[in-house]
């Protein structure tokens, strides 16, 4: 069957929705690749709701911070894992995070909890309860965008649509300083910090569609994403269709 096609004369070109009401999109990769634009972008034009997982591990980095945990306790960070309750907002339009009803949607963004996050995200209590807790968010939201470094491979290994953004090293790194007004060569040493402490738990899944957003507009990775979901939506994904 030409997808299509079939989606063009049930939906119309202009459709401003997609037709799956419960159509999950996975964008992961690495930081700085556009993704929270891009999946926030992606989510408005198709009428999705939108998660960034990121946020729920920067929230309780910050948590944790701000009652002196060393972030570095991984026996004292996993217990204390479940212990805040974490709130995100999945309207794409204001993402925002609440620890314990403070909203915390911009100090997650500091240095501090920056610098923090990846050995908050590495260790495996934390990762089991957040995952269990994305899971939900996602299964309630009734069609979402949720972008992180995982959602594909295990966060949601059935999402119909899965994208893999990448963009060159040096121009991740220029993206993140204009936003953070740093230097690009502190900014990509940090980068590389931040890849390499975040490999064990990033991945590309077998059947994501890599997108190179090196030499691509915002809305230009926006449209290719739009597109793929335009594509499957509606479309059984081949591992539900053997079951
Ligand atoms: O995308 P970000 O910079 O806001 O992510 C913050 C941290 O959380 C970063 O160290 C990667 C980690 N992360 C993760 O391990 N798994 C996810 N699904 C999302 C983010």
Do not use: C, F
């Not at 309750?85 to 993402?95: F, H, K």
């Amino acid at each position: 069957m030409n997808v299509s096609a079939h989606l063009d004369s049930d939906t119309g070109e202009e459709a401003a929705t997609v037709s799956d009401p419960g159509l999950v999109v996975a964008v992961d990769g690495p930081s700085g690749a556009g993704k929270s634009s891009a999946s926030r972008g992606a989510a408005t034009e198709l009428g999705l709701r939108y998660l960034d997982t990121g946020s729920m591990y920067r929230a309780l980095t910050w948590w944790l911070l701000d009652r002196g945990v060393d972030p570095g306790d991984t026996g004292t960070v996993g217990a204390l894992a479940a212990e805040p309750r974490i709130e995100v907002g999945t309207d794409p339009q204001v993402p925002w995070v609440r620890v314990d009803g403070t909203d915390i949607t911009s100090v997650i963004r500091t240095r501090e909890v920056t610098d923090a996050v990846s050995a908050v995200a590495a260790v495996p209590r934390v990762r089991a309860h957040l995952i269990a807790q994305q899971r939900d968010i996602i299964a309630m939201a009734g069609g979402i965008v949720a972008e992180g470094r995982d959602i594909g491979t295990v966060v949601a290994p059935d999402a119909p649509v899965k994208v893999y953004l990448t963009a060159a090293g040096a121009e991740r790194a220029s993206r993140r300083a204009a936003e953070t007004s740093g230097s690009p060569a502190a900014t990509r040493i940090d980068q590389d910090r931040r890849d390499r402490l975040d490999s064990a738990q990033s991945g590309k899944a077998d059947d994501a569609v890599e997108i190179d957003s090196t030499s691509l507009s915002l809305d230009q990775v926006i449209a290719v994403i739009v597109r793929l979901a335009r594509e499957y939506s509606g479309v059984p994904h081949p591992r539900h269709q053997s079951r």
